[in-house]
């Protein structure tokens, strides 16, 4: 997955049409990766009675809810006028994908925390992790270059997203790992509600930006 099928020296000098092309195919690879981390982790958690598990593979569905809007955004070149509300119905659906998304952190992390619950040990739970902390950098960034060079706000707040999916998987591994070395339980739940905030934040300011009159790109 290190080559994502994207030379990001070029990005810059492409067409737009070619730029449109290579933000498809990083979606599209988005959303069979998470599509099937999403199946994985949900099997996995309801083997081992994991809640973490079960929660990760529901933000994988977030995710992918995320990925279809850009698809829709950058599937046809419209005119500029049509683009341009497309633009921003995108950022407007992005936008509101990150309250889910804050919504799914509180939820999971104050069960969690209210319960305490420790995070089951799942070398299933743990491979996926790792497998997302390489994965999902190498997607946003490479998302967020192109969002760059087309100068579009939807797309750059969807790689913003997939970055919060790995600092996600992050935090899980975290807590399975402190879990099982030093027994701290709420390591992973209190990792995950300290992105809370800042994932309100880019949420609101994308649906206030597409809500603003004018072009948002």
């Not at 999916?165 to 807590?175: E, H, N, Q, R, V």
Request: glycine share 8%; hydrophobic share 55%.
């Amino acid at each position: 997955m290190a080559n994502v099928g994207i030379n990001q020296e070029a990005v810059r000098g492409d067409s737009p049409d070619v730029l449109r092309r290579q933000a498809l195919r990083l979606e599209y690879i988005l959303i069979s990766y998470n599509t099937l981390e999403g199946i994985i982790a949900i099997a996995a958690g309801w083997l081992a009675g994991s809640i973490a598990l079960v929660g990760f593979g529901m933000d994988s569905a977030i995710e992918v809810m995320a990925a279809v809007i850009l698809v829709w955004r950058l599937r046809y070149a419209d005119s500029v006028e049509e683009e341009t509300e497309r633009e921003r119905k995108a950022l407007f659906g992005v936008g509101l994908t990150f309250f889910v998304l804050a919504a799914y952190v509180i939820y999971e992390a104050g069960t969690t925390l209210l319960r305490h619950e420790a995070p089951e040990a799942s070398w299933i739970g743990i491979a996926l992790a790792v497998a997302s902390l390489i994965v999902m950098p190498i997607l946003g960034l490479a998302k967020r270059r192109i969002a760059l060079a087309m100068g579009s706000r939807a797309l750059a707040a969807d790689a913003m997203e997939t970055l919060v999916c790995a600092y996600l998987s992050f935090a899980l591994l975290l807590g399975l790992g402190l879990n099982a070395l030093l027994g701290w339980w709420w390591a992973d739940p209190l990792a995950a509600l300290a992105m809370v905030w800042y994932i309100s934040k880019e949420g609101w300011e994308d649906v206030l930006e597409a809500r603003e009159k004018g072009p948002t790109r």
